[in-house]
């Protein structure tokens, strides 16, 4: 097993530009209706994407050699922050210039994936302002949030929502430390408010270790769990089946094809449904992703530019 990466690049997320508020009144359909991609038999692979470096387009240059099937179902736009107004002092969803130059041109970084059959999801990260899921004061403020991150779902037309409960620095602008309320309160709002699309947790921070408050156990609200730890197999600690779990988790270009071989093998082997990639770039992968679609899905990868 390879030594653990987790080197995510992160810093440009978090303080690129000045703050874009979504004007979260206005709302916009996904556009054309997603097409039929060709039968693929085995689990759901998700694809990370540093959009302050590479294109979400690159997530439909991969195709299955056998059957032409797409590789990845799930394409993960990272990241958009949870930020804190210390005049209100609320949380709100913030977009760096990367982050929003992407949903802005939904009709050739999303869309071309979505008609494609591929879910188009959002990231959303602390941001080190004390803002996070974990410490919402009530559920009139949880709420808000959700309202603000389901407007985000409908004006540009996505598929879902990531939660990554990681660089909120808890307390920094006079915040909250985590309580037990406040993710419950957070997810139970947003599941409300976007029955049928996706809710994802990269499985880490102190809103993974809350899942459960007042009677109310939020885990069958996900879709999907995943290991954050790159180049490694751990079972994310949440009460869903093993077609929504993701133990594996491998950065491509730096996770060895060998390790990503194995971690795609006991993916099968042992019944999970879920595979975890992060950090696609624009170089012809098809070696690195070949390794582990061999496993997953008995075909080489194939990279059309």
Do not use: C
Request: hydrophobic share 40%; no cysteine.
């Amino acid at each position: 097993m390879s030594t653990v990466v987790r080197s995510r690049l992160r810093a440009a997320a978090f303080a690129l530009s000045a703050v874009a508020v979504l004007a979260f009144g206005a709302t916009t359909t996904t556009g054309a209706a997603a097409a039929t991609a060709p039968a693929k038999q085995g689990p759901t692979s998700v694809a990370y994407v540093e959009v302050n470096d590479n294109s979400m387009r690159n997530v439909g240059k991969y195709t299955l050699a056998d059957g032409g099937g797409n590789v990845f179902d799930v394409a993960v736009i990272f990241a958009a922050n949870i930020n804190y107004d210390t005049s209100t002092k609320s949380a709100y969803l913030y977009f760096n210039d990367n982050v929003q130059r992407v949903l802005d041109d939904a009709a050739t970084e999303i869309r071309p994936l979505q008609q494609k059959g591929i879910k188009v999801v959002l990231s959303v990260l602390g941001n080190h302002q004390g803002a996070g899921f974990a410490n919402f004061p009530s559920q009139q403020a949880a709420s808000a949030f959700a309202g603000q991150l389901s407007d985000a779902v409908a004006k540009y037309g996505l598929d879902g929502i990531d939660f990554d409960d990681e660089y909120a620095e808890y307390g920094n602008n006079g915040t909250g430390q985590p309580n037990d309320s406040s993710f419950v309160r957070l997810v139970t709002a947003l599941r409300a408010n976007m029955p049928d699309k996706i809710i994802s947790l990269y499985n880490i921070g102190p809103s993974a270790s809350r899942l459960s408050y007042g009677g109310v156990d939020i885990s069958s609200m996900f879709d999907y769990a995943w290991n954050p730890y790159y180049g490694t197999w751990q079972v994310p600690g949440i009460a869903l089946p093993k077609s929504k779990l993701s133990p594996a988790a491998v950065e491509i270009g730096r996770t060895s094809q060998s390790t990503a071989a194995d971690l795609a093998r006991r993916t099968v082997s042992e019944g999970y449904g879920v595979y975890l990639t992060y950090n696609l770039d624009g170089a012809d992968r098809s070696s690195d992703v070949s390794a582990f679609t061999r496993e997953l899905y008995g075909s080489d990868a194939v990279y059309t530019p």
